[in-house]
């Protein structure tokens, strides 16, 4: 199994990658995969040539009110599905010796997050553009590089901190695109976000589990981490409901609220 994970996971070229992340989706449920396999493999991300790379305070931001603006917007949100390809497959390669569930559940999010990049590329073709047309940033894929040891602040700093906040800024980012017209991508959106409460929800329900084995506490655990990984606060306003129906409690919220 973990040669196919990493297959996929090491591919840098687009249809390639969503190509042997179906088949290891269909090979798992087939249950034609050992995920007891030992098999050492070697990991990286694999990424095209375009979009290049940069600082997150570099890609270019443009208001939604003309084509190529909402285009710009479109395109960073691709971005973030194709990472999250790989960041899905990589949940599943890196860490072994965890329940056979773990591997469903992250093998499954990995396909769920190739239909969001296909169905949002299309859209994106569809105003004219690419994915590749403009720069990108590797936010989600630098904590994944810092959490490579520890599968317990995986959980918690990428799905249930980084993705969690994609949470909070869809309902926002809708609500611009319908005032400038373009209820198609916004549609498209509420397609994504019933998705990613989900996969929020396993970042939380695995982060849990870990947390009850090694008898720790969820909640300050996760506060912990997000100061010794020095990560990025959650930020107001939350989506409350989303982030409630993907496993966060109303005291955490508000205790997130809080640090400083």
Not at 3 to 24: D, R
Not at 100 to 113: F, L, M, P, R, S
Request: charged fraction near 25%; include cysteine.
């Amino acid at each position: 199994m973990f040669t196919a994970l990493a297959a996929a996971l090491n591919s840098s070229e687009i249809e390639q990658k969503l190509a042997l992340t179906a088949a290891l989706e269909t090979d798992w449920q087939s249950g034609k995969l050992d995920w007891q396999d030992t098999t050492p493999v070697e990991l990286n991300c694999g990424h095209p040539s375009k979009p290049e790379l940069v600082a997150p305070q570099l890609v270019p931001h443009r208001g939604v009110k003309t084509p190529e603006g909402r285009a710009h917007l479109l395109h960073a949100i691709v971005h973030i599905e194709f990472s999250a390809i790989n960041l899905a497959l990589d949940h599943a390669a890196r860490f072994r010796g965890m329940p056979k569930q773990y591997y469903t559940d992250w093998i499954g999010v990995a396909a769920e997050e190739a239909y969001h990049f296909k169905i949002l590329r299309q859209r994106l073709q569809t105003l004219g553009y690419d994915y590749g047309d403009f720069p990108a940033h590797a936010g989600l894929w630098d904590m994944a590089e810092r959490t490579t040891d520890d599968v317990l602040a995986r959980m918690a700093l990428v799905p249930r901190l980084l993705e969690a906040r994609g949470l909070d800024a869809t309902p926002p980012i809708q609500k611009k695109l319908i005032q400038s017209g373009d209820h198609e991508t916004a549609a498209l959106l509420d397609i994504i976000l019933q998705d990613e409460i989900g996969h929020v929800g396993l970042g939380d329900t695995w982060f849990r589990q870990l947390c009850e084995a090694q008898s720790l506490e969820p909640e300050s655990t996760f506060r912990r981490l997000l100061n010794d990984f020095n990560a990025p606060r959650p930020q107001s306003p939350m989506n409350e409901s989303a982030r409630l129906a993907a496993g966060f409690t109303k005291r955490e919220l508000a205790s997130l609220l809080k640090i400083e």
